[in-house]
């Protein structure tokens, strides 16, 4: 099946400080990837959606001067987290869509569990 | 909120017991689709049913749609151990299956 992998599985970084998460689908072109964000025992909600070539699409309520997504591939979308302050701790989870778009099961990352201290 | 509504929140069984999660959720669908996440770790599917769909199997699972109800259900057969997991219902109105919406999820114990 296709695979979705994203670093850095974890980070702790100092608060002010900025962190880049990646995304990339290995064995597939993904013109669309996906940016969810989970608190402890919470679901995921849906930040924002990265288009290669173009400007992601944010979520109500995500600003999108925050989090910094870049699709500058077929396989690679970035989520950078800038001046991150505690409360940006959470678990970040990207998924990808297969080119072209059908019917399918989403391809989930592993997720990436970003602690700001 | 768009988002789904799980039930029960948290759901206790020893092995061998079958466990059923419900979902419900607010607008119109294209598919549902059930996911698995161990904790602190990714999203494993388990299984997608489309709106046109009223069940489906896949090994111990079966799921069950109701579009009039806006709700799914999961039932896991002859549970192990191994299933402890918490389990999310996602829905998916684009048709693209991949945009989601996920429900608060049901936090399943397996105990031997």
């Known amino acids: 099946g296709a695979v979705v992998s994203q670093h850095p599985s974890w980070v702790i970084c100092k608060s002010g400080t900025s962190v880049k998460i990646e995304c990339r689908s290995l064995d597939f072109q993904a013109t669309t990837m996906f940016w969810y964000r989970q608190f402890p025992k919470q679901s995921l909600m849906l930040m924002a959606t990265?288009?290669?070539?173009?400007?992601?699409?944010?979520e109500q309520g995500v600003e999108k001067d925050k989090f910094l997504i870049n699709h500058a591939s077929l396989t690679l979308s970035t989520l950078t987290v800038t001046s991150a302050h505690p409360e940006d701790s959470s678990f970040y989870i990207c998924?990808?869509?297969?080119?072209?778009?059908?019917?399918?099961?989403?391809?989930f990352g592993q997720g990436t569990r970003l602690t700001v201290v | 909120s768009q988002q789904g509504e799980e039930d029960p929140q948290a759901l206790s069984i020893q092995e061998g017991e079958n466990a059923t999660m419900n979902c419900s959720y607010k607008t119109s669908i294209n598919n549902l689709q059930w996911y698995r996440q161990n904790s602190g770790r990714g999203l494993v599917h388990l299984i997608l049913?489309?709106?046109?769909?009223r069940e489906k199997h896949s090994g111990r699972l079966r799921v069950t749609l109701d579009t009039s109800k806006k709700s799914s259900s999961l039932l896991i057969t002859a549970s192990r151990a191994a299933d402890t997991a918490s389990y999310f219902c996602a829905t998916d109105a684009t048709g693209t299956a991949s945009k989601l919406t996920f429900g608060t999820g049901t936090r399943l114990q397996v105990t031997l």
């Open positions: 990265s288009n290669e070539g173009s400007k992601a699409t944010y």
């Open positions: 049913i489309r709106s046109n769909e």
């Open positions: 998924s990808a869509s297969i080119v072209p778009l059908s019917i399918f099961e989403a391809f």
